[in-house]
């Protein structure tokens, strides 16, 4: 899967996508972090609790720059 191809599924999330489902979707770690690293997406993470347990959840969502190459 191309950078293009994952521009455009986070732009159908707006709140961006966990990046284990990315991954489970054949996105490769390296892909993710170039998006990451030329400001297209930005990786956050969040803190949930599943009972009594604490679980990191890392979002990544496409940013304006994002937006706006997916429009050339």
Not at 22 to 44: D, F, N, P, V, W
Not at 47 to 61: C, H, N, S, Y
Request: charged share 30%; hydrophobic share 45%; proline share 1%.
């Amino acid at each position: 899967m191309d950078l293009q191809q994952i521009l455009k599924i986070l732009a159908a999330w707006p709140e961006g996508l966990s990046q284990s489902l990315l991954r489970a979707h054949g996105m490769q770690s390296t892909a993710l972090a170039e998006l990451i690293g030329a400001q297209l997406a930005t990786k956050k993470v969040e803190r949930i609790w599943d009972g009594d347990k604490e679980i990191a959840l890392t979002r990544i969502q496409i940013t304006d720059k994002g937006r706006r190459t997916l429009e050339r």
